[in-house]
């Protein structure tokens, strides 16, 4: 029998993440039934939002939490097919699903994962690399486009400002909305990154918000005011945005990295008098939520990849057993761009173990 | 020359406003110019938001602050028409204009007042009375109206919670609600009111806010959740909602009573997790935004009134010199549905003293 690794959960984190919060175990790897297809995974993700699920209770309306001692569910990978017992898959097939952070999965084909964009799926590695799909043409590339363009309902002439902007959602707004022909502002948390905004990804203006206070910061990179906001952050940065909106500005709220950990529900924004004033639109989302939006934005997504225009940079760590502290890395704002786990081939190992 | 009075702030209130903050002063009242109307104001309507104005700064994007010991403009009143020099305007109309809390006003006919909405304008008084139109005919029944079926977007099946369900615009939004076939949730503060709102207006159900804590009264009137929330209140009121409302519900935040004398800005809802989680819109606006749907509004709303479907109930203060203490005892909760001021005519006190 295929002995295969997975990574589990095994305290839930007060605060930060910590890698001795998880353990590798082995696992036999049992044949796929019929209707499933057993898969080699060879790039898993890493996504901040995890951290909503690494807790006794996760967010309402969220996906559940991960139990401790169990493979964890609902993580995106990418893989090979190593055998196929479902109608539409073959060997050698380049797939994604939802089954990450293990290096063997069976996988149910019809089984509907994460809100449907999870779902067992025949990738196109013609125009780009397999890990590709688990970034820009996959749900990160999602949640950009559905947030910029749906959820924000982006106009001409809008002025944006995206936080976390050199994360794997952030930097793929910030570009879209450049290509798009807007003035865009990107904030991050490092001198490094700012450079990496201005510098790689062509931005107005960018500014390291531990480097002053978010409203002259933002004053100072958008003087007249913006009309979007793409919220990463949360908490203060939500507060400045609000603060800088004008009349009949919308905020996308993707995810709030700044109050992931936190063990009581944090103060809100406490300027929310001008949402009325300003006739402000806030609006919270999952890419997941949108779906249907998933062929449109791979074909528009897709051409700007090809032409260049729209880069990802990765944060590549190597070695499956790294996914925690790779995570753990991630929620500290150390990783710019996808971050991914090239997960090593157990079966070399072994061969070379013997 | 005729000798009109006029209410001015004097000084701003901290906290509770009272009614020593204002002062009664007697002006000499003008000819009107060629373009101009004379008006002698019979209603002048009494509104929670203006307490906004009533401080140095208004908020960003609100209508500007009054100026002290002068006559405050844009608050909406009816009158008839004493003398035009403006087309289509005649003597004995009756007009609203934004020129109240004052029993003579002398408007410029094509002046755009309150974003459009306070621009003079000739009313159909045969089918109601005027003051009707400073209550569910106008500003009330607009805002109530806008917000109900354009900001929150309301769609069939979805359960509605209203607070300040016994104001003025809250009781018009409870109704309309529940005209369209809706389960309809108002909240209020006095047990009065909450008998108001299930006896008169025929709510699915309603509570005292201070019989208890927010989320437990929510959960007991909406076991299952609510999919819209009317918000004039804003604070833990907007939080409970964040609460019990269920994926892609929306807020329509109209008011925020409960911070409007607030000198710091206060804590905002600590809950706007499952903004994201479980996909939830909330948008800020003012009646005055959506101008545009006046007459759609009219036409609806006064086909209601006439079928006798919509109600309003009224808190009528005599006497231009009670505008102040009926503002107070509006802000402290104790009025229920449309405050108006019957403006004593003071042609009346003229004749009879002189």
Redesign the interface.
Known sequence: MTIGREVRPIAYPRGEVRASEFRLVEVGVRQPRPGEVLVRNTWTSVDAALR?RLREK?????FPAFPLEEPMDGIMTVGEVLESRAEGFARGDTVWHASGWRDYAVVEAERQALGGVGTLTKLDVSTAPPQAHLGVLGGNGLTAYAGLFHVAGLRDGDVVWVSAAAGAVGSLVAQMAKIRGHRVIGSAGSDEKVRYLLEELGLDAAFNYKRGTLPDLLREAAPDGIDVYFDNV?GDH??AAL?ALR?SGRVA????IS?YAAE???????????????????????GS?HTHLLPEMRRQTGAWVREGRLHCRETVVDGLAQAPAALASLLRGDNTGKTLVRIDDVRHRENAGG
């Open positions: 909503l996760a967010p309402p309306g969220y949360g939500l507060e603060g009349r709220i993707c995810g709030m109050e009581e529900p944090p103060n809100g924004p406490g300027n929310l008098m001008p949402a009325v004033t300003k006739g402000l639109t806030m609006r919270g989302f999952r939520d």
